[in-house]
């Protein structure tokens, strides 16, 4: 019997039969590969006795876009989610590439932003005044090798922008994960950083020696007309001292499929994502929201608003929420 409280709501899933899925997170000991725990677990507990759901590694970034579009996974996790976009129609490092039956089954929320900083010591605040004084920079950046995000969104600004660090006289520290680039700012190897996972402890303890430059209008829009990657603000004193500037936005984990999911295991995943939302919120609670790499309390109607097209089966779950 519906008890009263249950009126409206989405109903719950059960899947008789047993189940073979394979999920895609990230290097293995970050967030992605959390959610994709949370969603075998909640998923393994409403399917059949016999199901079985793998967790492989990944980098959450290109390859995983890649991985679900070849049908190598079923679903897989990449963030920021605005850049799977570029998938549909082959635009960028899709050019050769491209995969018109992704689909969402929702957005974890993840406030995030791509910045740029450089030491206060080079007394530069603005890209204008960088491109006239052209400093030999020692830039920490991921790896830009056609797969990580960070590095392709970190060549596109600095190209965009007019920066030729190379051509004048500097180089790249160019590492896989946030933590490495961090720490080459920390211990004195780069004077400047591009890079993302603003929340992280470690940009408060150097942000306080940086400016951070705010991109350029015109940058800001030429990124999103021909990537659809969106803009936002660093709010004033996010960190220490910075007064608010405009950057890239980075946010989200986008949980992708292809069309050709089950519609029953779509629905039941994006389910999962907003029903249980609980599961994963409890493991980021100790830490303010703002500061969290999951910005909780999660919304389901946000996690059902995503940059590519729902799953139908997804779309039937947070259709269920709008009525």
Known sequence: MTSPSDAGKPAEP???????????????????????????????????????????????????????????????????????????????PYAAEFHPGLRALGVVPQRDRLVFGLRKSLGITTFEQLRRA????????????????????????????G?????????????????????????????????????????????????????EPDVLHSLHAELSWPDAVVPDDYFPGAARFRTLDFSDFLVLTREDLPEDLAYAIAWILGETRHVIESQYRHLPPDRSPVTYPL?????????????????????GLRR
């Open 134 to 161: 052209k400093p030999g920079l020692r830039l920490a950046t991921s790896v830009h090798d056609g797969v990580n995000h960070v590095g392709w969104a970190a060549h596109e600004l600095l190209t965009r922008s």
């Open 299 to 319: 919304d389901p109607v946000a996690m059902g608003t995503t940059p590519i097209p729902l799953h139908p089966g997804a779309a039937r779950y947070y259709s």
């Open 163 to 215: 920066v030729d660090v190379e051509g004048w006289g500097g180089g790249f520290l160019a590492d896989e994960r946030p933590f490495e680039t961090l720490d080459h700012v920390a211990e004195g190897r780069a004077d400047a950083i591009i890079h993302e996972a603003v929340m992280l402890p470690a940009w408060q303890e150097i942000g306080r020696d940086l400016n951070f430059l705010g991109v």
């Open 14 to 92: 059960r899947i008789d039969r047993s189940i073979t899925l394979h999920l895609r997170g990230d290097w293995g000991g970050a967030n992605l590969h959390r959610v994709c725990g949370w969603i075998a677990q909640e998923l393994g507990d409403r399917s059949g006795p016999h199901t079985r759901i793998a967790t492989w590694n990944s980098r959450g970034f290109i390859d995983a876009v890649r991985a679900v579009g070849r049908g190598e996974v079923h679903v897989a996790l990449t963030t920021p989610a605005a850049f799977a976009v570029a998938a549909l129609d082959g635009r960028g």
